[in-house]
Protein backbone atom coordinates (compact mmCIF):
# COMPACT_ATOMS: atom_id res chain seq x y z
CA UNK A 1 0.00 0.00 0.00
CA UNK A 2 3.01 2.25 1.35
CA UNK A 3 4.42 1.15 -1.96
CA UNK A 4 2.14 2.19 -4.58
CA UNK A 5 1.46 5.52 -2.46
CA UNK A 6 4.70 6.58 -3.09
CA UNK A 7 5.08 5.52 -6.72
CA UNK A 8 1.92 7.73 -7.24
CA UNK A 9 3.62 10.38 -5.54
CA UNK A 10 6.65 10.14 -8.05
CA UNK A 11 4.80 10.00 -10.97
CA UNK A 12 2.83 12.89 -9.90
CA UNK A 13 6.02 14.54 -9.55
CA UNK A 14 7.45 13.72 -12.56
CA UNK A 15 4.49 14.81 -14.57
CA UNK A 16 4.35 18.17 -12.64
CA UNK A 17 7.84 18.44 -13.84
CA UNK A 18 7.25 17.51 -17.95
CA UNK A 19 3.74 20.54 -17.56
CA UNK A 20 5.68 23.09 -15.85
CA UNK A 21 9.29 22.49 -18.15
CA UNK A 22 6.62 21.99 -21.21
CA UNK A 23 4.58 25.22 -20.73
CA UNK A 24 7.86 27.25 -19.44
CA UNK A 25 9.26 26.75 -22.67
CA UNK A 26 6.04 27.53 -24.56
CA UNK A 27 5.85 30.49 -22.51
CA UNK A 28 9.41 31.69 -22.90
CA UNK A 29 8.77 31.52 -26.93
CA UNK A 30 5.93 33.37 -26.74
CA UNK A 31 7.51 36.31 -25.67
CA UNK A 32 7.95 39.21 -27.61
CA UNK A 33 11.91 39.10 -26.49
CA UNK A 34 12.65 35.83 -26.75
CA UNK A 35 14.66 36.40 -30.41
CA UNK A 36 16.84 38.46 -28.56
CA UNK A 37 17.27 36.26 -25.69
CA UNK A 38 18.05 33.01 -28.34
CA UNK A 39 20.43 35.81 -30.08
CA UNK A 40 22.12 36.61 -27.18
CA UNK A 41 23.30 32.63 -26.82
CA UNK A 42 23.87 32.34 -30.40
CA UNK A 43 26.37 35.15 -29.48
CA UNK A 44 28.08 33.58 -26.75
CA UNK A 45 28.03 30.32 -27.83
CA UNK A 46 30.41 31.72 -30.66
CA UNK A 47 32.40 34.03 -27.88
CA UNK A 48 32.71 32.81 -24.74
CA UNK A 49 31.47 36.26 -22.53
CA UNK A 50 34.38 37.33 -20.37
CA UNK A 51 33.48 37.02 -16.51
CA UNK A 52 33.96 39.48 -13.84
CA UNK A 53 32.65 42.55 -16.40
CA UNK A 54 30.23 45.13 -15.42
CA UNK A 55 27.09 43.92 -16.69
CA UNK A 56 24.12 46.51 -18.45
CA UNK A 57 20.64 45.04 -18.18
CA UNK A 58 17.30 46.04 -18.71
CA UNK A 59 15.20 48.13 -21.16
CA UNK A 60 16.34 49.27 -24.78
CA UNK A 61 18.00 52.66 -22.98
CA UNK A 62 20.77 49.93 -23.23
CA UNK A 63 19.70 47.66 -26.19
CA UNK A 64 20.23 51.06 -28.36
CA UNK A 65 23.79 51.55 -26.99
CA UNK A 66 25.57 49.63 -28.84
CA UNK A 67 28.96 51.61 -28.76
CA UNK A 68 28.62 51.75 -24.78
CA UNK A 69 32.30 49.94 -24.67
CA UNK A 70 33.57 52.83 -26.41
CA UNK A 71 32.48 55.14 -24.21
CA UNK A 72 34.03 53.48 -21.15
CA UNK A 73 37.26 52.25 -22.74
CA UNK A 74 38.95 50.96 -19.42
CA UNK A 75 35.83 49.40 -17.96
CA UNK A 76 34.51 45.40 -19.39
CA UNK A 77 31.15 45.61 -20.66
CA UNK A 78 28.69 43.17 -21.17
CA UNK A 79 25.45 44.63 -22.45
CA UNK A 80 22.27 42.40 -22.00
CA UNK A 81 19.94 45.49 -22.71
CA UNK A 82 16.74 44.22 -24.43
CA UNK A 83 14.23 46.79 -25.84
CA UNK A 84 11.02 47.49 -24.89
CA UNK A 85 11.36 45.29 -22.07
CA UNK A 86 9.48 45.38 -17.93
CA UNK A 87 11.34 44.67 -14.85
CA UNK A 88 9.07 41.39 -14.70
CA UNK A 89 11.18 41.24 -18.28
CA UNK A 90 14.41 40.90 -16.48
CA UNK A 91 12.86 38.46 -13.88
CA UNK A 92 11.71 36.51 -16.23
CA UNK A 93 14.70 36.40 -18.09
CA UNK A 94 17.22 36.46 -15.04
CA UNK A 95 18.82 33.24 -15.84
CA UNK A 96 19.67 33.98 -19.38
CA UNK A 97 20.63 37.78 -19.53
CA UNK A 98 21.90 38.10 -15.38
CA UNK A 99 23.52 34.97 -13.90
CA UNK A 100 25.38 33.05 -16.45
CA UNK A 101 28.12 36.36 -16.47
CA UNK A 102 29.18 36.42 -13.60
CA UNK A 103 29.77 39.61 -13.59
CA UNK A 104 31.45 42.28 -10.83
CA UNK A 105 28.68 44.93 -10.98
CA UNK A 106 25.33 45.14 -12.76
CA UNK A 107 24.07 48.13 -13.84
CA UNK A 108 19.99 48.16 -14.09
CA UNK A 109 18.00 50.59 -16.17
CA UNK A 110 14.46 49.55 -16.45
CA UNK A 111 10.89 50.82 -14.85
CA UNK A 112 10.14 53.30 -17.55
CA UNK A 113 8.13 51.04 -19.77
CA UNK A 114 6.14 49.33 -16.62
CA UNK A 115 4.58 53.22 -16.09
CA UNK A 116 3.91 53.65 -19.96
CA UNK A 117 2.28 49.58 -20.29
CA UNK A 118 -0.79 51.27 -18.48
CA UNK A 119 -2.11 54.22 -16.24
CA UNK A 120 -2.88 51.60 -13.74
CA UNK A 121 0.73 51.10 -13.01
CA UNK A 122 2.12 53.15 -10.03
CA UNK A 123 5.72 54.37 -8.96
CA UNK A 124 5.10 52.11 -5.77
CA UNK A 125 4.40 49.27 -8.36
CA UNK A 126 7.69 49.70 -10.08
CA UNK A 127 9.67 50.14 -6.84
CA UNK A 128 7.90 46.28 -5.84
CA UNK A 129 8.94 45.05 -8.99
CA UNK A 130 12.69 46.70 -8.43
CA UNK A 131 12.88 45.10 -5.31
CA UNK A 132 11.77 42.01 -6.35
CA UNK A 133 14.86 42.01 -9.02
CA UNK A 134 17.31 43.23 -6.38
CA UNK A 135 16.17 40.69 -4.11
CA UNK A 136 16.97 37.66 -7.05
CA UNK A 137 20.18 39.19 -8.09
CA UNK A 138 20.92 39.38 -3.78
CA UNK A 139 20.41 35.86 -3.46
CA UNK A 140 22.21 34.77 -6.27
CA UNK A 141 25.06 37.05 -6.17
CA UNK A 142 25.42 38.34 -2.39
CA UNK A 143 28.63 40.18 -3.46
CA UNK A 144 28.07 41.92 -6.38
CA UNK A 145 27.89 45.69 -6.51
CA UNK A 146 24.31 46.96 -8.27
CA UNK A 147 23.75 50.02 -9.66
CA UNK A 148 20.21 51.39 -10.86
CA UNK A 149 19.80 54.34 -13.20
CA UNK A 150 17.08 56.53 -12.89
CA UNK A 151 14.34 56.49 -14.60
CA UNK A 152 14.76 59.40 -17.74
CA UNK A 153 12.82 62.28 -18.92
CA UNK A 154 11.54 62.32 -22.58
CA UNK A 155 9.26 64.24 -24.39
CA UNK A 156 7.14 61.48 -25.51
CA UNK A 157 6.49 60.58 -21.75
CA UNK A 158 6.06 63.89 -20.33
CA UNK A 159 2.54 62.62 -18.72
CA UNK A 160 4.51 60.27 -16.58
CA UNK A 161 6.99 62.48 -14.93
CA UNK A 162 5.67 62.70 -11.83
CA UNK A 163 5.53 58.77 -11.46
CA UNK A 164 9.10 58.56 -12.56
CA UNK A 165 9.89 61.04 -10.20
CA UNK A 166 8.28 59.01 -7.29
CA UNK A 167 9.49 56.19 -8.47
CA UNK A 168 13.10 57.15 -8.81
CA UNK A 169 12.92 58.35 -4.76
CA UNK A 170 11.57 54.97 -3.70
CA UNK A 171 14.39 53.32 -5.54
CA UNK A 172 16.46 55.99 -4.36
CA UNK A 173 15.17 55.49 -0.73
CA UNK A 174 15.81 51.69 -0.57
CA UNK A 175 19.06 51.61 -1.89
CA UNK A 176 20.63 53.99 0.18
CA UNK A 177 19.91 51.10 3.15
CA UNK A 178 21.82 48.46 1.32
CA UNK A 179 25.28 47.45 0.88
CA UNK A 180 27.50 47.88 -2.16
CA UNK A 181 24.59 49.66 -4.39
CA UNK A 182 24.66 53.40 -5.81
CA UNK A 183 21.94 54.88 -7.11
CA UNK A 184 22.57 57.03 -10.72
CA UNK A 185 20.55 60.05 -11.19
CA UNK A 186 20.37 60.99 -15.29
CA UNK A 187 16.79 62.20 -14.46
CA UNK A 188 17.82 65.55 -12.95
CA UNK A 189 21.01 66.33 -15.71
CA UNK A 190 18.52 66.04 -18.61
CA UNK A 191 16.70 69.25 -17.94
CA UNK A 192 17.71 72.71 -19.99
CA UNK A 193 18.26 75.87 -18.26
CA UNK A 194 14.20 76.21 -18.10
CA UNK A 195 13.53 73.46 -16.72
CA UNK A 196 12.20 71.72 -19.76
CA UNK A 197 13.70 68.59 -20.89
CA UNK A 198 16.52 69.20 -23.74
CA UNK A 199 15.25 67.72 -27.41
CA UNK A 200 18.07 67.58 -29.16
CA UNK A 201 19.24 64.83 -27.09
CA UNK A 202 16.98 62.60 -27.86
CA UNK A 203 15.71 61.00 -31.60
CA UNK A 204 13.03 61.07 -33.53
CA UNK A 205 10.87 59.47 -31.73
CA UNK A 206 11.65 61.72 -28.74
CA UNK A 207 11.66 58.73 -26.15
CA UNK A 208 15.69 57.30 -26.78
CA UNK A 209 18.72 59.48 -26.57
CA UNK A 210 21.27 60.28 -29.24
CA UNK A 211 24.77 60.06 -28.80
CA UNK A 212 24.88 63.54 -27.10
CA UNK A 213 22.15 61.65 -24.42
CA UNK A 214 24.36 59.55 -24.28
CA UNK A 215 27.57 61.86 -23.46
CA UNK A 216 25.67 63.00 -20.52
CA UNK A 217 24.62 59.28 -19.55
CA UNK A 218 28.71 58.94 -19.68
CA UNK A 219 30.06 61.58 -17.36
CA UNK A 220 27.47 60.51 -15.00
CA UNK A 221 27.80 56.94 -15.19
CA UNK A 222 31.75 56.95 -15.18
CA UNK A 223 32.58 57.06 -11.47
CA UNK A 224 30.50 54.52 -10.17
CA UNK A 225 31.92 51.93 -12.80
CA UNK A 226 33.74 49.67 -10.56
CA UNK A 227 37.83 49.01 -12.05
Known amino acids: MCR???LLRLKMCIFLIGFICFFGGVSAQ????YKEIQAFKKK???????KNAIL????SS???????????PLFPIMNRGFGGSTLPDVIYFADDVIFPYEPKQILIYCGENDLASADSVTATMVFNRF???FQIIRDRLPKVSVAYISMKPSPSRERLLPKMIEGNKLIKKYLVKKKNTAFIDVYSKM???NGEVMKDIFLKDNLH???KGYVIWQKIIAPYLLK
Open 4 to 6: NLL
Open 30 to 33: NSPF
Open 44 to 50: DSIQTPI
Open 56 to 59: LIGS
Open 62 to 72: FKNWVDVQNYF
Open 131 to 133: KQL
Open 191 to 193: FDA
Open 209 to 211: INS
